[in-house]
Nanobody, 124 residues
Framework: QVQLVESGGGLVQAGGSLRLSCAAS????????MGWFRQAPGKERDAVAA????????YYADSVKGRFTISRDNAKNTVYLQMNSLKPEDTAVYYC?????????????????WGQGTQVTVSS
């Protein structure tokens, strides 16, 4: 069992930055690929970024490439999402996700554990 707790969301102006954190419980964190997903009102939950269990492979949605950076600290059981140059269209609830399988926390149907979500609002 893995419990995920996100923090770091909030309200920011366009062009600003936020850093999301996701703290995981349990001693098996380093065996999970981790991802960040987001869901805006009336839209599906989509993958934003993902990182392999070792941290050596990362994935980014086209909409955030060059602006967002995912990283992890396996010693602290924590995954981060640094978000720069934020845009109003980045407004959503952001969810941390853990995936034990081979697809690297990029597909909602493959996720084993979800966090409760944290709201990110970007004003224009």
């Amino acid at each position: 069992q893995v419990q995920l707790v996100e923090s770091g969301g909030g309200l920011v102006q366009a062009g600003g930055s936020l850093r999301l954190s996701c703290a995981a419980s349990g001693r098996t964190f380093s065996s999970y690929a981790m991802g960040w997903f987001r869901q805006a009102p009336g839209k599906e939950r989509d993958a934003v970024a993902a990182i392999s269990a070792s941290g050596g492979i990362t994935y980014y949605a086209d909409s955030v490439k060059g602006r967002f950076t995912i990283s992890r600290d396996n010693a602290k059981n924590t995954v981060y999402l640094q978000m720069n140059s934020l845009k109003p269209e980045d407004t959503a609830v952001y969810y941390c996700a853990a995936d034990k399988g081979p697809y690297g926390a990029r597909r909602t149907n493959d996720i084993d554990y979800w966090g409760q979500g944290t709201q990110v609002t970007v004003s224009s």
